[in-house]
DNA sequence: AACCGGTATTTGAAATGTCAAAGGTCGCTG
DNA sequence: CAGCGACCTTTGACATTTCAAATACCGGTT
């Protein structure tokens, strides 16, 4: 069981830290769990200081570069978020009085959510923060690195994407 | 509206794709979405394969380098998941039977799961997958490159650490 | 032996997440 | 103008997620 090579290969993936897995499923296993890590963070903060989740920030902030607002459907491929999802994250910023929700008469499918004057305000405090975090989060690497690093996933994000069955934009 | 520092910097966040942002968080919107296009692809690739979940596969793949089996609060840290979670997780696995959960006579306090024979099995062949895959997906990015990526995400992760009140083991 | 602080897990409420199916609406075509 | 395929959103079933409170148990003290 230990000797043939699939076994040995599969070992790879679940044995030790990462040390010997591939170099794809090393990087993937390092990208997942630091981004896990930031996020969690992230979310704790934006939860103690604004009562927001980071669905709804990340929401918001395709709302507050688009204030005439944005059809549902293109809220849910920006946030990369399912249709159904979208739906009760709308809702819910809609009773808090974030966004409102409205179906132009030019065609009675389609609900655009839009920020309120409100919403505005609190995305404005919420976004200004969150640079701020991230700046301190990431205090100890070089700025040249920050950049580089920037691009280099470029490349990964643009592979994955050529390997998939749709395009994705960025 | 547009002419004070302040108002500046909150566009950078939300103007453009990630164009005039601060680095930290243009690196940090990329890391997000490209963790998030990679995940999607997995997971949907793990469902009509295996019908198995993302968290699944990651809990599974804790047990199965250690057969002997794992603590559930140990499994929490490890698949950085919340202890509510894991027992929810483990139920479900429990029930597709390809784990099992046993309380040692020595400390009745402590649930141990353990992956039996099936799970092994089932998930040795999810891992043969999951590695392919992710050479697949990552296919056009050269092995230099992702060696190095994986070294400097490391930097960001530490910094990151750093800048939390606990300490992450990697 | 009853108590107590610490540890380990479960539970419950609320939010997020997917997927598939159902509901409306639009535009075109016969 | 009735029908039909395509598009947009909602709904419903289920899984995952967190947080906080409750539960259960251990070890040591009194």
Redesign the pocket.
């Known amino acids: 069981m230990d000797t043939d090579v699939a076994s040995v290969d599969l070992e790879m993936i679940t044995h030790g830290p990462e040390a010997r897995a591939k170099p794809e499923t090393r990087l993937w296993l390092r990208m997942l769990s630091t981004t896990?890590l930031i996020s969690?963070e992230i979310?704790?903060r934006l939860?103690a200081e604004f009562g927001?989740?980071?669905?709804?920030f990340?929401?918001m902030a395709q709302l507050y570069r688009e204030r005439g607002g944005l059809?549902?459907?293109?809220?849910?491929k920006r946030?990369?978020?399912?249709?159904?999802?979208?739906?009760?994250?709308?809702?819910?910023l809609e009773a808090e009085g974030l966004v409102v929700?409205e179906t132009p008469?030019?065609?009675?499918?389609?609900?655009?959510a839009r920020l309120t004057e409100e919403g505005t305000r609190v995305f404005s405090a919420m976004a200004e923060a969150h640079e701020t975090w991230l700046r301190e989060l990431m205090a100890d690497v070089g700025t040249d690195r920050i950049v580089s690093l920037w691009e280099e996933i470029g490349h990964v994000k643009r592979s994955t994407a050529n390997h998939l069955s749709g395009i994705e934009g960025e």
Chains 1, 2 share one sequence.
Not at 52 to 56: I, R, V
Not at 71 to 76: D, P
Not at 79 to 92: A, Q
Request: net charge positive; proline share 2%; aromatic share 0%.
């Open positions: 896990k969690t979310r704790k939860r927001a989740t980071l669905p709804q990340d929401l059809r549902l459907g293109e809220l849910s946030t990369m978020v399912t249709n159904g999802n979208v739906t009760g994250l709308v809702e819910r929700r008469t030019a065609d009675r499918r389609v609900t655009v």
